[in-house]
């Protein structure tokens, strides 16, 4: 079901992606992932797991110019995105992989693993139990997703976001139309922010922290291995 989802959202939107995820988050987007950037600590290998376009990738590769960076994502279109910037900024120090996270097997390990948007896509202990070999003894692990805000207010507000997004983004946007119809439904239901704190403690990671942004729509866990 969750492998199934990706492909159901995201076909067919490689191209328009950086667009669109400012445009209906309202730039939020750009907010949430300079936080997940800001928790990054000095490392010589970062993973970005379902980079998509490559957004967070060439980010940390501007940051961390002596550091090697692999990104990884199942969606070929996506990746095509990113080699397309990389070639463009002459950014060769990021390697791309296509490949779903969960499954991915790397010859190396890293200082910090970092991922934007896929918690909800994909079981807590299915991912953790992948990213547990590839990230060091001591290395970060940082996740970032939408949440479903908990005031009654931000929800109400949260709810016309959506609704806005449905009505305004079907039309002039239609290969998300999908993201449109079915995104909210998917946050709210989804429990990933309890699942993942749970299943770190028991994967054994220690200093977890989760942080919620722009009244609690979006949340980012970050955890040390033992
Ligand atoms: C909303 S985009 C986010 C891209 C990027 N992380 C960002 O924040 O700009 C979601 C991306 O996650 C990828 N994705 C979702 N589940 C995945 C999985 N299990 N393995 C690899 N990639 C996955 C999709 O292919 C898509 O490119």
């Known amino acids: 079901m969750e492998k199934d989802i990706v492909k159901h959202f995201f076909t067919g939107t ?23 950037l800001a928790k990054v600590p000095k490392s010589r290998k970062i993973l970005d797991l379902a980079c998509g376009t490559g957004i967070v990738a060439f980010k940390l590769a501007k940051m961390n110019p002596c550091c090697k960076i ?14 397309n910037k990389a070639s463009l900024n002459s950014c ?3 390697q791309l992989i296509c490949a779903r996270a969960e499954e991915v097997k790397l010859r190396e390990t890293f200082d910090c693993v970092t991922s934007s948007y896929i918690p909800k896509y994909v079981a807590a202990d299915v991912l953790l139990k992948n990213i547990s070999l590839n990230l060091k003894s001591g290395g970060v692990l940082i996740l970032h997703d939408f949440a479903y805000p908990t005031n009654f207010v931000f929800q109400r507000l949260w709810h ?5 997004m449905k009505i305004v983004g079907r039309p002039l946007f239609p290969k998300w139309r999908n993201v449109f119809d079915e995104l909210a439904y998917f946050v709210k239901n989804s429990r990933w922010i309890p699942e993942y704190l749970e299943a770190l403690k028991r994967f054994g990671f220690v200093d977890i922290q989760v942080e919620k942004y722009t009244a609690g729509s979006a949340a980012i866990i970050s955890a040390v291995k033992k």
Not at 70 to 83: H, P, R, S
Not at 160 to 164: G, Q, S
């Open 92 to 94: 060769s120090e990021v």
């Open 160 to 164: 016309l976001h959506m609704l806005f």
């Open 70 to 83: 692999v990104g990884v994502d199942m969606m070929w279109e996506y990746l095509v995105e990113a080699k």
């Open 14 to 36: 490689g191209s328009s992606y950086d667009s669109i995820v400012n445009l209906f988050t309202y730039g939020a987007d750009r907010y949430w992932k300079k936080k997940l």
